[in-house]
């Protein structure tokens, strides 16, 4: 088999239109049915439903707390555009923080989620996040672990990162395969 792989200059938010555009491509050509995409404040979910219209969209978003007490980053106007696009919502502790988080900000020390997220970002931050977010999405039973699947995530703002996997469930982490990077910023 014969693919491409685009490059882009420096990560941010200005590939987002590039990044769905070229996901919903692989997609289609691989007979993808499922995507899952990573947000923050939730444009990029917001645009993802609407790219990716008549596909299953799982948007994953920053667990509760992240920028302070009782805060929620997911607007809900982003989150009305996204449900009534029929995407679905997944808040929840990312899998590389919680308790390990929590630790390292306790104890200034680092445990084993940690440096897998940092061994991950070798390759740039949106892989670790397609990692996580398709991990955290298998564990909430709402993709299926037999099937592949499209996952874009990005570096802080948008989206610049996708990939072809298939989803492994947290305790099986070690098992997770990128069959296929469609573009990525090239660091």
Same mark, same amino acid.
């Given at each position: 088999?014969?693919?491409? =792989? @685009?490059?882009?200059?420096?990560?941010?938010?200005?590939?987002?239109?590039?990044?769905?555009?070229?996901?919903?491509?692989?997609?289609?050509?691989?007979?993808?049915?499922?995507?899952?995409?990573?947000?923050?404040?939730?444009?990029?979910?917001?645009?993802?439903?609407? @790219?990716?219209?008549? !596909?299953?969209?799982?948007?994953?978003?920053?667990?509760?707390?992240?920028?302070?007490?009782?805060?929620?980053?997911?607007?809900?106007?982003?989150?009305? =555009?996204?449900?009534?696009?029929?995407?679905?919502?997944?808040?929840?502790?990312?899998?590389?923080?919680?308790?390990?988080?929590?630790?390292?900000?306790?104890?200034?020390?680092?445990?084993?989620?940690?440096?897998?997220?940092?061994?991950?970002? !070798?390759?740039?931050?949106? !892989?670790?996040?397609?990692?996580?977010?398709?991990? !955290?999405?298998?564990?909430?039973?709402?993709?299926?672990?037999?099937?592949?699947?499209?996952?874009?995530?990005?570096?802080?703002?948008?989206?610049?990162?996708?990939?072809?996997?298939?989803?492994?469930?947290?305790?099986?982490?070690?098992?997770?395969?990128?069959?296929?990077?469609?573009?990525?910023?090239?660091?």
């Amino acid at each position: 088999m014969e693919s491409s =792989i @685009v490059y882009f200059e420096k990560p941010g938010p200005e590939n987002t239109e590039t990044t769905l555009r070229l996901a919903k491509k692989r997609a289609e050509e691989l007979g993808i049915k499922t995507v899952i995409v990573a947000t923050t404040v939730g444009d990029t979910a917001a645009q993802a439903v609407k @790219v990716f219209k008549g !596909m299953k969209v799982i948007v994953v978003t920053h667990c509760a707390g992240v920028k302070g007490p009782d805060t929620q980053e997911f607007t809900e106007e982003n989150r009305r =555009i996204v449900e009534k696009g029929g995407g679905l919502v997944l808040t929840g502790t990312h899998l590389f923080a919680g308790v390990g988080r929590a630790m390292r900000n306790k104890f200034q020390t680092y445990t084993l989620n940690e440096i897998v997220a940092y061994t991950l970002r !070798m390759l740039g931050q949106g !892989m670790k996040v397609v990692a996580e977010i398709s991990v !955290m999405a298998a564990d909430a039973g709402m993709v299926s672990v037999q099937e592949e699947c499209v996952v874009i995530a990005g570096s802080s703002r948008g989206a610049d990162t996708a990939v072809v996997l298939t989803p492994v469930y947290s305790n099986q982490f070690f098992d997770l395969r990128i069959k296929e990077i469609i573009c990525k910023p090239r660091l």
